[in-house]
């Protein structure tokens, strides 16, 4: 199911939470919906699902206008971060709590729950209590509950905030590969840049209530529009009136054209990353992401000397009626 969304405004009070904000996400889509606290993304999430009455704008889902549509006829399955599991019931009656509230018969029921508990991996676990299992296999659960009816939307609201990040990155994992399995159109929040580039097909940047820019992960990291997109995904440095990535910033051991003096401040092994900091001879910071090889080849020590320049940078000019217009330097 196709989801649009039209010129939509919300306000509480005087503070605008979504500000004429329009998106498409396209059927069976995976779209995240990335900001910072406050942006307006869980506004916007709640309105799709219909637990927000908009002041203005439109809500579609496949073609048909569900901005009055009560939540419970919009077809549409949600997850939270808190997964609000009912704990006196196992896991088996937690998935089936809605296919219950839906008068199925009890083979129906049965047969459906086996099903998503194999689907999302907690066979053997279905006589369980929520507080018999781990943040993970309860995050788990609430999926498979919220799939159980068959949703024709999928809605998630920061599902793994609450969980450590090596099962964050093995949740995010699972769940494209879930996504690929059932193919129901999804929109996931998340303040997490490297969750929504991982896992997304399609990224809404959502800050002070707008649309900054909507794209596939690699456009917005390498393609941005306005300066709030290229700090936010991805990592920056600011060099005057230069954004500049960390894998941009060459280290040389001798002056040249367009270098900048720079003492190695730190040296971090990463793997095959090596993250080495610096502070400029005006007292600026910034650091550059080199490979093991060339930090090799380079020698680094903290305490030394060296030459840094850009080889790429993006500069960003306010034009006019307030749309920024960029412009990108690469630097010979």
Request: proline fraction near 4%; aromatic fraction near 6%.
């Amino acid at each position: 199911m196709s989801i649009v969304v039209e010129n939509a405004t919300k306000k509480f009070g005087d503070f605008v939470a979504l500000d004429d904000v329009s998106i498409e996400v396209r059927d069976g889509s995976l779209t995240a919906l990335l900001g910072p606290s406050g942006s307006g993304k869980s506004t916007l999430l709640r309105a799709i699902a219909g637990l927000e009455e908009l002041d203005s704008g439109r809500v579609l889902i496949s073609g048909r206008d569900m901005t009055k549509t009560p939540v419970q006829d919009r077809g549409v399955g949600f997850c939270f971060q808190h997964y609000a599991a009912f704990k006196h019931m196992t896991v088996a009656q937690n998935v089936a709590f809605g296919l219950s509230i839906q008068k199925r018969s009890k083979a129906e029921i049965s047969d459906r729950v086996t099903e998503l508990l194999e689907l999302v991996h907690l066979q053997g676990l279905a006589e369980r209590y929520p507080s018999q299992l781990s943040g993970g296999q309860r995050q788990r659960m609430a999926l498979a509950r919220a799939l159980a009816v068959e949703p024709k939307v999928l809605l998630l609201d920061e599902p793994f905030g609450a969980l450590d990040a090596k099962v964050r990155k093995e949740l995010r994992t699972w769940l494209r590969r879930l996504h690929d399995e059932v193919h129901v159109t999804t929109i996931f929040v998340t303040h997490d840049q490297e969750e929504a580039m991982d896992v997304a097909e399609q990224i809404v940047v959502v800050n002070d209530g707008k649309v900054e820019q909507t794209g596939p992960p690699r456009d917005l990291y390498e393609h941005p529009e306005t300066e709030f997109v290229m700090s936010f995904v991805g990592p920056v440095n600011r060099l005057g009136s230069m954004f500049v990535r960390p894998h941009d910033v060459e280290i040389r051991h001798v002056p040249g054209e367009q270098t900048e003096e720079a003492m190695v401040d730190r040296i971090v092994h990463l793997g095959f990353e090596v993250r080495v900091e610096l502070t400029l001879a005006n007292g600026d910071g910034l650091w550059a992401q080199i490979t093991r090889g060339q930090a090799d080849e380079l020698e680094l020590e903290e305490g030394q000397i060296v030459y840094v320049r850009p080889a790429s940078a993006r500069v960003f000019d306010e034009a006019t009626n307030g749309h920024p217009t960029t412009e990108e330097l690469a630097v010979a």
